[in-house]
């Protein structure tokens, strides 16, 4: 008499995880999955109409004013290289900075030097011309 051994838990599992996958988008399509996202996006509305959502502050407006952009003019003389700082206002912390020039003026360093001014090391790669600089940053608070 043989005696057939029963499958390991592990097998089953594996077993079910491999019919599951099988069967593709076709669960997570199903209707019941629809009804249940539709019944939870409705509570995030909390019975408002979509008029009534429409003229609700979205985050880019109600962000808007928290960030502020500060420019600052200079100049870099031929083949001369030297760190422009720039900074925000009192109270303003930095995010970002940058420049643009008129020349051939290249960068070989941008970081923030403290929570309210940022540094720049630009270098001038002409010979016979002066650059003109404008330094920008981006400031929050």
Request: charged share 15%; glycine share 8%.
């Amino acid at each position: 008499m043989t005696h057939l051994k029963l499958p390991s838990p592990a097998l089953v599992i594996a077993c079910l995880a491999l019919l599951v996958s099988l069967s593709g988008t076709a669960i997570a399509a199903s209707p019941v999955v629809k009804r249940a996202l539709f019944a939870d996006n409705a509570g995030k509305v909390q019975g408002k109409t979509a008029a009534q959502l429409a003229a609700l502050p979205s985050p880019s407006s109600s962000s808007a004013g928290l960030l502020s952009s500060k420019t600052q003019a200079d100049s870099l003389a031929a083949t001369a290289e030297r760190e422009f700082v720039i900074g925000c206002d009192a109270g303003k912390k930095i995010v970002s900075a940058g420049y643009s020039s008129d020349g051939a003026v290249f960068s070989f360093d941008s970081r923030p030097m403290s929570d309210s001014t940022w540094g720049i090391y630009l270098a001038n790669a002409s010979t016979s011309r002066a650059a003109a600089v404008s330094l920008y940053a981006v400031c929050l608070g």
